[in-house]
């Protein structure tokens, strides 16, 4: 299994200029980093693999049994973990990943396993506001994970955590992911580095802003 992305080009309604122009490549099983400066396009091409957008031009194949926009598809192929979390604000936190396991079609009584595989079983009676950022952040994958997901897509998981939180995280995708499973990230964190299997840097093949690179030059520059 693997997602293959062809000839795409995908551009927001209000840009002058197009993100994706006839862009290729491919995801195999194992974790992929998307690397690359902010607004390159990283979180976008999350949001096509799971079928939120829809791109201008070019095919999405994940071999997938589902077909790819399905509800199916959303349901039992894709976890997705945002950067807002998106976690149920009236629900404890057994109950979203209770939730999301039943949608899945998956054993929604693993709730409490995923949660502790998390360090979070002491607070599963706890709503997401009554939590730590970082709490939230583990509780949101420990959610994702439940269902048991073929594709993985996550948007900056460690962004703004401390190492132990980080450490955590890092340790059940790299342990816990199954073979056949394949995770995306999208990250400035170089501390996942070590358990990718690849790194995409967009950098590397996508233009720069160009009156980004011209502010850098200035000698009166100060970065904040």
Known sequence: MAITIKDLSY????????????????????ITLLKGYSGC??????????????????????????????????RKDIGFVFQQLNLLPLANLKRNVELAASLAGKNKNAANDWLK????????????????????????????????PSIVLLDEPTSGLDDLNTSVIKQVLHEKLPA???????????????????????????????????????PNFTPE
Not at 11 to 30: D, M, V
Not at 189 to 216: G, K, V
């Open 117 to 148: 595989l998390f360090g979070l079983d002491q607070l599963t009676d706890r709503k997401p506001a009554s939590l730590s950022g970082g709490q939230q952040q583990r509780a949101a994958i420990a959610r994702c994970l439940a269902k048991q």
């Open 11 to 30: 551009g927001y309604p209000s840009a002058q200029s197009l993100i994706f122009e006839n862009f290729n490549t491919e995801f195999a099983p194992g």
């Open 180 to 218: 056949h499973c394949i995770c995306v990230i999208a990250t400035h964190d170089s501390r996942i580095d070590p358990i990718a299997n690849e790194i995409h840097d967009f950098n590397t093949y996508l233009p720069m802003e160009e009156h980004l690179q011209e502010m850098a030059r200035k």
């Open 41 to 74: 396009g990283k979180s976008t091409l999350l949001r096509i693999i799971a079928s939120l957008i829809r791109p201008q031009k070019g095919q999405i194949i994940t071999h997938s049994k589902y077909k790819y926009g399905s509800s199916q598809y959303l």
